[in-house]
């Protein structure tokens, strides 16, 4: 499998908003390094194509390809809700905060 084939898979299934770059877009404006610039909006869709492009092994077969391309992005998942969980905790803490002190929430 080819680091192309391997951002296709991942463009197949992103779902940028309007306006916002997909990650084929991305992609297809690298350097000659394969290194890719941030000026499209849309950090997710960098930060995939960035990872898929850090991870991908020439030698390895499409299965671990595929492998190592989903490790990475769950890795990836499980830290982004960590992050939504505590944003979420540390708004039920500052609501109550503001009820007791008598300013809404």
Known sequence: MTLDELIATANTAYDAGA???IIAQIWAGRDEDNRVGDDCGDTLALFVVRELRD???AGASDAEQLEAADR???SAYRQLLDVSVAFADATVKAKATAKEAGHGG
């Open 19 to 21: 306006g916002e770059c």
């Open 72 to 74: 990475a992005m769950m």
């Open 55 to 57: 991870i991908y092994d």
